[in-house]
């Protein structure tokens, strides 16, 4: 049994969401995933966006294979897995593809048993989400130790947002997340956005969010987009850059209290598959 095996090495899943569209998920799970690796950090990117994947298309690479082999069962997560920069391993949803319909236990399973080979090559497994409140974003956050909500200073973003952290809450009774603001003026922006959506989860689900940060709004993340690379390779000074290091830190720092192995990640994509409640931490 999964559940039965010592734990062997503390592994951190983190599930980047937004509810909204084109707010920066992509670019912050990029972005972010080199982050940890310069702070020594092993990673691992799942692009679980089923539907428009482009972890690969913003790193530019050309994945052979991707996620579908895995839940097909055609081959090893290993022999997908392609190395992105500074050997982050990508695991690619392949674009194209059109959205999945709902993973089936199966699939779920595959995916478990996956992770579950391969829990001591890595440290940290960040994981881009698609737009939206489908089921398999919902898996996938609630598989998830740490839950990043990015949202943009925009109304339509925010009330995204809501609804995403609503449906989580109230169906699968996720309790955490942290609320990363980008595209912002300046941080009082920043804090003016999560004020408001801090006080709707208080108000209306009786729930207090986290502030996790923010990123400005940089016109040299679209530059780095169009070039494809990260922006934290091809503007190593920017401010934007510092913030994302700051927030990867944050995580680092934070790690030592969250008793998460893979084995709750496990555990948590199980009680999910299942319809059960959940059991991390
Ligand atoms: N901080 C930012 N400053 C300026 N533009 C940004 C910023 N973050 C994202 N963008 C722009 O938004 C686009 C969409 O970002 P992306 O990460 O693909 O969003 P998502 O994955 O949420 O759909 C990027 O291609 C980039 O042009
Ligand atoms: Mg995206």
């Given amino acids: 049994m999964l559940n039965d095996q010592e734990p062997k090495h503390n592994v951190l899943t983190i599930a980047v969401a937004s509810g909204k569209g084109g707010v920066g998920k992509t670019n912050v799970t990029a972005n972010l995933a080199i982050s940890l690796r310069k702070l020594g950090k092993k990673v691992m ?4 966006d089923l539907g428009l994947s482009n972890i690969d298309v913003l790193l530019h690479l050309a994945p052979k294979h991707n996620i579908q082999n895995l839940l097909n069962g055609d081959m090893p997560l290993k022999d997908i897995l392609i190395d ?21 236990e199966f699939q779920r399973l595959r995916i478990l048993e996956a992770f ?9 497994v960040l994981i881009d989400t698609a737009a939206g409140i489908s089921e398999n974003v919902a898996f996938f956050c609630i598989a998830a130790q ?4 990015v949202t943009s200073p925009e109304p339509t973003a925010i009330t995204d947002a ?3 952290i609503k449906v989580l809450h109230t169906r699968y009774q996720e ?4 609320i990363l603001v980008n595209s ?20 209306f689900l009786n729930l207090s969010l986290d502030y996790l940060g923010y990123l400005p709004y940089d016109e040299s993340v679209q530059n780095a987009v169009r070039a494809q690379k990260a922006f934290v390779d091809m503007y190593p000074n920017r401010p934007i850059t510092r913030r994302i290091m700051e927030i990867a ?7 030592g209290k969250v008793k998460g192995t893979l084995q709750f990640f496990i555990g948590n994509l199980l009680s999910a598959s299942s319809g059960a409640g959940r059991g991390k931490r």
């Fill in 45 to 48: 990117i799942v692009d679980a």
């Fill in 84 to 104: 992105g920069p500074h050997g982050i391993k990508i695991l690619p949803a392949g674009s194209g593809v059109q959205e999945l319909t709902v993973l089936d």
């Fill in 116 to 124: 579950d080979s391969y829990g001591d090559e890595v440290d940290v």
């Fill in 146 to 149: 740490e839950i990043i909500i």
């Fill in 162 to 164: 809501y609804a995403l």
């Fill in 175 to 178: 309790k955490d997340f942290r």
């Fill in 184 to 203: 912002v003026k300046n941080p009082d922006e920043a804090i003016e956005v999560f004020r408001r959506l801090s006080l709707a989860a208080e108000k």
């Fill in 249 to 255: 830190q944050s995580f680092l720092d934070h790690t």
